[in-house]
C-alpha cells in the first residue's frame, strides 16, 4: 500500500502547530507545542514524533511533510544573518546606499531608512559592463574579481552577493563571477541577482541579491539540520518548503533562494483560508490570521488569495512604505501588525494603553503561562475578560493561572491608570482591536474595497477570541470560524500546491517587442520550473502567464493575464485589451496613450490538496459545559453557554451569547449573533446589529 499520511508543520513566534492527516484512515490530528526560538527544529521533532505516537502512524508511513517558517524574516528584523560582501559593477556600489532617493516621511526630519544589510566597506566595482540592450561594453576583468573577491574573505564575509549591471538582460558576466569564486573560494556562498530576480532595477535587483546572501547560510545549516533531525525519527519522505507566495518548493531550492521564503508562514494561512471559502461557497472573505505574536490580514476573492510581485522586508515603520528594503519576489499581498496573543500592555509616558508590537513571545509567554512572564499580555486579558478556560487551554495539558495574570494586569496597567482591572482587561482588547481594524480597514481601502462586503474567516491561536469584536468594528455582518482554527496555517501548508513562479524582464513598447526573444524567455522559464516541480504526470501541470504592463512614460506596471496563444504579434490587440481592462479595474478608468511590457512572467503548478478541516476526535462527552460569564464589546459581563465544539451536531442552530472550545482555539460570539454548524463543524455566524 502506498503512503497516503502527510504532515504539516508551521514554527510562528508563540506556538508551533502541526497537522497530521492520512486520508486513507480518515484522519486529521492536531498538534501543538511552545515554539523554541534557539533551536526551531527542536520543537519540530518533537512535535512530530508526539503525533505519530497519539495517531500510531509508523514514521516509515510519512509520505511527505511541508514546513512553513518565520526565521527568514526574524533573521533580517533581529539582523543576525551573515556578514554578506557585495560585487557590482564600476562606479555603482554606492547604489545599495542611495536607494530609492526619496524619504519616507518628509514631515520628521530625523526619519531614517532601513539600513543596507551590506556596509560601504564590504561593497566594491569591478570593470565590467553590460548595456541595457544587452551587448557588452567592457569585458569582465577576471583579475579585478579575484582581487575584490579576496579582499572581502579576508575582512570576513561569509556570503557574496553579485549583482551588476543589466544582467537581467545578459547574466554572462555575473555567471562569470560565479564560477571564478566557485574556484578560489569554494565554500563561499554566492548568490546571482540575475539568477534569484532577473528583473529590472538595479537597486530593487541588488537588494533581493543581497538578503538572499543574508540568510542563506543560516537557512541552510537549519534545513539540514532539520532534514538530519526528520530521518534520526525514521521519516525519509520528502521535505517541502512554504513559498510567499502560497506554494511549496523543494527542500534544495529553498536553500538555494532562502529569500523566496521571507513570508512563508504567514502565506499558509492565507492558503488556508482559501481553502475553507471554497469550500463554502464563499465568494470574498478577509482571512484573519491572530497568533500568539502578530495578527495577519489579507483578501481572498473567487477562492484565491491575492499576489503582488514586491514586497518591503524589515520595514522601520511597518505602515510606511519606503521604510524598508525592498525585495522582488511573489507574496500573498497582507498586512501584518504587531497585535497578538502574546503582545505586552502597558501605559506609555503620556499614560496612555498601548498594546503590543513587543512580544512576550513562547520564552517567557504571557504571564498566565506561568513560565516566567511577568507583563501582561493581551492572552491575560483574554482570559480574565472569559475568553478562555484555564482548565482546559490546549485540552487541558496548560493549566492557565488566573490569579498571577489578575496580579499582573493589576500592577502593571489597572493601578497606573486608576481603572479596575476588569476594565483594564476590556481596554486592552479594545485596544488592540481598534488596531487591527485599523490595519484592515486600510488593507481593503487601498485595494478599493469595503469591509462590509467580506466575511471575516477567523483561525489561529487567537482569531476566534476576538474575531467577534473585529467583526463588530469593520461592520462585517458574518464571521466564519473552520475547525481546528487553531492551526489552520498548519492545514493550509497541506492544501498548498507546489508551484514555481518565474519572470524575466525584456522592456518594449508593446508594438515592438522581440516575440523571438519572448520565445526563448518562456522556453527557460518553462524548463527551469519544469525541473524544480519534477511532475510524474506532466499533465497535471497547471501553467499560467502574465506580463507587467505600464503606460509608456510611467514608473510602475501593473500585471495582466494573457493566454499562452496570445504570446505573438496576432495577439496584440487582445493583449491590450486585457491591459485597459485590468487598468480600469485598478484606476477607474484608461487611457489612449502607448503601451510598454516590461516582464514577462510564467507561473507553473501542480494540483494541491483539498482536505476538510474536521478531521477525527473522540465523541462521548456532553455538548454543553454550562455557563460562565464573559466580557462582550459593547455588551459588558453577560452568562455565555459553554459548547464542546467536538460534540456539536452538524446542522444545529445557536445563539449567542456563546463559547465554543477545542483543544486549540476559543472563540466567542455576543447575544445579537446566530451561529450555524456546518457539516464539517464549520461555525457561520450571522453577526446582528445590537
Known amino acids: 500500500m502506498s503512503r497516503t499520511v502527510r504532515i504539516g508543520v508551521d514554527v510562528g513566534g508563540t506556538f508551533t502547530d502541526l497537522l497530521l492527516h492520512d486520508p486513507h484512515r480518515e484522519l486529521t490530528w492536531p498538534g501543538k507545542l511552545p515554539t523554541t526560538p534557539h533551536a526551531p527544529n527542536e520543537a519540530i521533532t518533537a512535535g512530530i514524533a508526539r503525533l505519530l505516537e497519539e495517531t500510531s502512524t509508523p514514521p516509515g508511513d510519512v509520505a511527505g511533510i511541508v514546513h512553513g517558517t518565520t526565521l527568514v524574516t526574524n533573521t533580517l528584523l533581529e539582523r543576525t544573518g551573515a556578514v554578506v560582501g557585495l560585487l557590482t559593477t564600476n562606479g555603482f556600489s554606492d547604489s545599495l546606499e542611495m536607494g530609492r532617493e526619496t524619504r519616507f516621511d518628509t514631515t520628521d526630519l530625523l526619519a531614517r531608512p532601513a539600513q543596507p544589510l551590506v556596509p560601504r566597506h564590504l561593497r566594491r566595482g569591478v570593470p ?70 532577473p528583473v529590472i532595477g538595479e537597486y530593487e535587483r541588488a537588494s533581493t541579491a543581497c538578503l ?114 525592498p525585495v522582488r519576489l511573489t507574496v500573498v499581498d497582507m498586512i501584518e501588525i504587531g497585535s497578538g496573543g502574546g503582545s505586552i500592555a502597558a501605559p506609555d509616558a503620556l499614560g496612555l494603553l498601548k498594546v503590543g508590537p513587543r512580544s512576550a513571545g513562547s520564552v517567557p509567554g504571557p504571564v498566565a503561562y ?79 474595497e469595503d469591509p462590509a462586503d467580506f466575511a471575516l474567516l477567523a483561525f489561529g491561536g487567537a482569531g476566534p477570541a476576538h474575531a467577534y469584536g473585529l467583526a463588530k468594528a469593520l461592520r462585517i455582518p458574518r464571521v466564519i470560524v473552520p475547525m481546528r482554527a487553531g492551526v489552520m496555517s498548519a492545514c493550509g501548508l497541506l492544501a498548498a500546491a507546489p508551484t514555481v513562479d518565474e519572470v524575466r524582464s525584456l522592456p518594449s513598447p508593446l508594438t515592438d517587442v522581440d516575440w523571438a526573444r519572448v520565445a526563448a524567455l518562456y522556453d527557460e522559464m518553462t524548463t527551469r520550473a519544469t525541473e524544480t516541480l519534477q511532475p510524474d504526470d506532466p499533465t497535471l501541470v497547471r501553467t499560467r502567464h502574465s506580463v507587467d504592463m505600464r503606460y509608456l512614460g510611467q514608473g510602475f506596471e501593473i500585471e495582466v493575464g494573457v493566454a499562452e496563444q496570445d504570446l505573438g504579434p496576432a495577439g496584440l490587440a487582445r493583449i491590450r485589451t486585457a491591459f485597459e481592462s485590468t487598468y480600469r479595474a485598478v484606476f477607474g478608468r484608461f487611457l489612449d496613450g502607448a503601451v510598454e511590457v516590461v516582464n514577462w512572467r510564467l507561473s507553473m503548478r501542480l494540483p494541491g490538496h483539498e482536505m476538510s478541516t474536521a478531521g477525527s476526535h473522540t465523541r462521548g462527552e456532553e455538548a454543553s459545559r454550562g455557563v460562565r460569564p464573559v466580557h462582550f464589546p459593547g455588551h459588558g459581563l453577560l452568562e455565555a453557554t459553554v459548547w464542546n465544539r467536538y460534540e456539536l451536531t452538524p446542522g444545529t442552530q445557536l445563539e449567542g451569547p456563546a463559547i465554543f472550545e477545542e483543544r486549540e482555539a476559543s472563540c466567542s460570539f455576543g447575544p445579537e449573533c446566530r451561529i450555524r454548524v456546518t457539516d464539517d463543524l464549520t461555525l457561520v455566524v450571522e453577526v446582528g446589529r445590537a
Open 128 to 197: 565590467g559592463r553590460i548595456t541595457a540592450d544587452g551587448s557588452e561594453l567592457e569585458p569582465l576583468d577576471d583579475h579585478a574579481v579575484l582581487t575584490a573577491v579576496r579582499d572581502l574573505v579576508e575582512q570576513g564575509i561569509e556570503a557574496l552577493a553579485v549583482a551588476l549591471m543589466h544582467s537581467y538582460r545578459d547574466a554572462g558576466h555575473e555567471h562569470r563571477v560565479r564560477d571564478l569564486v566557485a574556484r578560489a573560494h569554494p565554500d563561499l556562498p554566492v548568490t546571482i541577482s540575475s539568477a534569484v530576480a
Open 370 to 448: 506561568g513560565r516566567g512572564g511577568e507583563l501582561p499580555t493581551v492572552t491575560d486579558a483574554d482570559l480574565l475578560l472569559g475568553y478562555l478556560d484555564a482548565e482546559h487551554f490546549l485540552g487541558g495539558e496548560m493549566r492557565l493561572r488566573t490569579r498571577e495574570a489578575h496580579k499582573a494586569l493589576t500592577r502593571e496597567v489597572a493601578g497606573p491608570l486608576g481603572l479596575d482591572t476588569l476594565d483594564a482587561a476590556a481596554g486592552i482588547v479594545e485596544v488592540v482591536t481598534g488596531s487591527m481594524a485599523a490595519a484592515a480597514r486600510m488593507h481593503l481601502s487601498e485595494q478599493g
Open 212 to 325: 538572499n546572501a543574508y540568510v542563506q547560510p543560516l537557512m541552510s545549516r537549519y534545513l539540514d539540520d532539520l532534514r538530519d533531525d526528520l530521518t534520526a525519527l525514521g521519516i525519509d519522505a520528502p521535505l517541502r518548503i512554504m513559498l510567499s507566495g502560497g506554494g511549496v518548493t523543494t527542500l534544495e531550492d529553498a536553500k538555494r533562494f532562502p529569500v523566496r521564503l521571507l513570508e512563508s508562514g504567514p502565506a499558509a494561512g492565507a492558503i488556508a483560508a482559501a481553502m475553507v471559502a471554497r469550500a463554502l461557497g464563499e465568494e470574498d472573505v478577509v482571512s484573519f490570521d491572530m497568533g500568539g505574536t502578530t495578527a495577519k490580514i489579507a483578501v481572498v476573492q473567487g477562492g484565491t488569495p491575492r499576489l503582488k510581485h514586491d514586497f518591503e522586508a524589515g520595514r522601520v515603520d511597518k505602515f510606511k512604505p519606503g521604510s524598508g528594503l
